[in-house]
Each structure stands twice: as structure tokens, then as C-alpha cells.
């Protein structure tokens, strides 16, 4: 997971300012977090259809997946 989201942000730049990539998760999927699991799978599908894909690794990802893997990341490990 931090293998991809390093390389989508090796990529993206504009989302290491803080707080750029959770602001552009909410503005595409219209709500903040916690992520309606039906908007998250419609851009991903939209993603696929649009050519929006990161590939990484021998691996194809649509770019929600990889934004989101990014935004994951950011967080850090699970506390606990």
C-alpha cells in the first residue's frame, strides 16, 4: 500500500500539501468521510471507463484506488 501510494504522489505532487488529496476525495465522491461504499465503487468504475488508471508494479489500479491508498498512508499505521 505505501509502494503505490508513494508512486501516485511521485506523480501527483499537488496532493502532498496537507489536507489536498482528502479535499479532492470529498469534492469527487460529494460527501467527507467515512466514503459511501457506493460512490467509491461507481468512480472506480467511472475511472476504468475514463482511462484514469495508475499502473504500478505490473498491477492497473483506477486512480480512486490510488488516491485512496495515498490518503490511507497519510494517516499512518493503526493505533493500538
Known amino acids: 500500500m505505501a ?3 508513494e508512486f501516485y504522489l511521485s506523480r501527483r505532487p499537488e496532493f502532498r500539501r496537507p489536507g489536498a488529496l ?3 476525495l470529498t469534492r469527487r465522491l460529494g460527501s467527507p468521510p467515512p466514503f459511501p461504499a457506493g460512490a467509491l465503487a461507481q468512480c472506480i468504475a467511472e475511472d476504468f ?3 484514469r488508471l495508475v499502473i504500478h508494479k505490473g498491477r492497473v489500479f483506477a486512480e480512486m484506488e490510488a488516491r485512496l491508498m495515498a490518503q490511507l498512508a497519510a494517516l499512518g499505521p493503526p493505533v493500538g
Do not use: M, V
Open 3 to 5: 509502494s503505490l501510494a
Open 22 to 24: 482528502l479535499e479532492a
Open 49 to 51: 471507463e475514463a482511462d
